[in-house]
């Protein structure tokens, strides 16, 4: 591994990089298949996701057709690591069964292990039979949805693909990874203003706030749309108050904190609700729930807007706002819903939605056409990373804990190949314009112990 971050940081050719060694094993973080019973019998708040990952040695995975296998600098944390690390809704090892099952290709995945990791920037070290556009030495990104393309179902939406799968969640050999093993259509150049640790955050909460709102998939804004953006300073958040403003929309940003408050409203956002200061709870009770919060929270809406309701809602915590996200929406307008953090039952009043004629719509990461403009995007610099944290891979429990806790604004990093942060910018002369749009999260976030 040695030898391979020092050709990355030599800025070495491509025949180095394809005269390298691929080393037999790797650095990983990963899960253990006879521990999914750990936090059996124990209360959500008992369960630590710190406690079941590993950071081990596991074997060196080889490119098989249309694959690549990518030498990872920098990777992060999404919600779908956490859910993994609590073995919830269930353990990832039956989606790797599941996979297995399909031939020789999936039965590679089948393993008592499971790396982790849906994220990641690196380098392209080797690219398996067939592959024309990528080639050892590529600075690249990797998007996380991982599909064949076999079935006609995918042909005009991939996501539809009956074979699609969350890379690092529903497959292995993920991103939180010294090395890790892609399929070709994953990748995507890595912006060249950018760190690798900053490259590395954006890939599954940009391209999914992207499919949410922008594209013909999903909500589809326009200029002047009031968007309702849930955990606004958040992951998925961060990325969708930019693209709201980007659009010419005007996002309406719900977070949890003043902090958080003043760190959207330093992004330009203007109509911003508190929700701990202002006291929302949606539900009287676990079974319950309160119409009249839903009222007070559609009038603070109007409040903010002039006296308009909201024409979309990027809806993602789930159980605990669904009710209010349908409520306040306005007549004709769309509920885009993803991820379910805070639970996958929703509770709603129907007679809001049949009788405005609002629609739910489920949206599930994005395809690779929309992955590909989202991350076109940053390369621009007209979204940027909202990277808080970095933490190195021996810490990653650490990260898991503080995506789990929400104790984060933005997204955490975690440093694979890569020493320390701040390497891999190739474009001074653009990250210079950009500098502090790019460095709000961090300069607003703690710093955790090894940035």
Known sequence: MDEVADAIASAAGPEDFAALPVPAEHQAATLHADEVDMFDGLDGADKDPGKSLHVEHVPTPQPGPGEALVAVMASAINYNTVWSALFEPVPTFAFLRRYGRTGPEGARHDLPYHVLGSDLAGVVLRVGPGVRRWRPGDRVVAHCLSTGMEHADGHDDAMLDPEQRIWGYETNFGGLAQLSLVRVNQLMPKPAHLTWEEAACSGLVHSTAYRQLVSRNGARIKQGDNVLVWGAAGGLGSYA???????????????????????????????????????????????????????????????????????????????????????????????????????????????????????????????????????????????HPTLSEVHPLPQVAQAVRAVHRNAHSGKVGVLCLAPHPGLGVEDEQLRARHVDDINRFRVAGTTAAGT
């Open 241 to 383: 108050v930019q693209l709201v403003r980007n659009g010419g929309a005007v996002p309406v940003c719900v977070v949890s904190s003043e902090q958080k408050a003043e760190l959207v409203r330093s992004m330009g956002a203007e109509l911003v609700i508190d929700r701990a200061a202002e006291g929302y709870s949606f539900w009287r009770d676990e079974h319950t729930p309160d119409p009249a919060e839903w009222k007070r929270f559609g009038a603070h809406i109007r409040e903010l807007t002039g006296g308009e309701d909201v024409d979309a809602v990027l809806e993602h915590p789930g159980r605990q706002t669904f009710g209010a996200s349908v409520f306040v929406t306005r007549r004709g307008g769309t509920i885009v819903t993803c991820a379910s953090t805070s639970g996958y039952q929703h509770l709603y009043d129907n007679r809001y939605l049949w009788m405005s004629l609002k629609r739910i719509l489920g949206s599930h990461f994005a395809n690779y056409r929309e992955a590909w403009e989202a991350n076109r995007l940053l390369r621009k610099g007209m979204i």
